[in-house]
T-cell receptor, first 112, second 114 residues
Framework: ETGVTQSPTHLIKTRGQQVTLRCSSQSGHNTVSWYQQALGQGPQFIFQYYREEENGRGNFPPRFSGLQFPNYSSELNVNALELDDSALYLC???????????FGQGTRLTVV | AQSVTQLDSQVPVFEEAPVELRCNYSSSVSVYLFWYVQYPNQGLQLLLKYLSGSTLVKGINGFEAEFNKSQTSFHLRKPSVHISDTAEYFCAVNPETSGSRLTFGEGTQLTVNP
């Protein structure tokens, strides 16, 4: 059973650019959530996808968007990058809404 | 809405000493409670969870936590820590009826010294 994998592990982008982060959910999991963890802080919920539909969103602007594919993998897209978007982005998958969430290793995004 | 307060940002202890990491939460609805651990440059690993039943929950690596509904607390304890327990610990809550949306505290850095 493979765990949650994220790619890339590290990324450097310039302010104003766009970025796509990828997440492969654990086998058998149909729900994927994304979190942003700024340095020295706890993770903040961005949004969640269940069976290819967004079904929950945190307090993030529309330039944060996502997709979930039929195989339940997911992408997080961020447009018009700002310096404050620099953070560790974590993906978590679970089998349904009331079971344990398994986290990936994260993607460290640096915006310069 | 939910909020989580971890009362100590840093906890230094000596090896083999007991430790308690404190967590209080606020919520207008019933919640599930979790403790996660994060080692440097890694993702989050679940230590333990409280969904229902016994208020004393045992997790991995010798950790346990007690749910206190009247005090809205979920403190994490370990009777004897090891150097390898040095990490960041996060308390989190998830509403029982609102799908999966974890709200995390700010974290507690546990440093175990020899």
């Amino acid at each position: 059973e493979t765990g949650v994998t994220q790619s890339p592990t590290h990324l450097i982008k310039t302010r104003g650019q766009q970025v796509t982060l990828r997440c492969s959910s654990q086998s058998g999991h149909n729900t994927v959530s994304w979190y942003q963890q700024a340095l020295g802080q706890g993770p903040q919920f961005i949004f969640q996808y269940y069976r290819e539909e967004e079904n929950g969103r945190g307090n993030f602007p529309p330039r944060f968007s996502g997709l979930q594919f039929p195989n339940y993998s997911s992408e997080l897209n961020v447009n018009a990058l700002e310096l404050d978007d620099s953070a560790l982005y974590l993906c978590a998958s679970r089998r349904d809404s009331h079971t344990e969430a398994f986290f990936g290793q994260g993607t460290r995004l640096t915006v310069v | 809405a939910q909020s989580v307060t971890q009362l100590d940002s840093q906890v230094p202890v000596f090896e083999e000493a007991p430790v308690e990491l404190r967590c209080n939460y606020s919520s207008s609805v019933s919640v599930y409670l979790f403790w996660y651990v994060q080692y440097p440059n890694q993702g989050l690993q679940l230590l333990l969870k409280y969904l229902s039943g016994s208020t004393l929950v045992k997790g991995i690596n010798g950790f346990e936590a007690e749910f206190n509904k009247s005090q809205t607390s979920f403190h994490l304890r370990k009777p004897s820590v090891h150097i390898s327990d040095t990490a960041e610990y996060f308390c989190a809550v998830n509403p029982e009826t609102s799908g999966s949306r974890l709200t995390f505290g700010e974290g507690t850095q546990l440093t175990v010294n020899p």
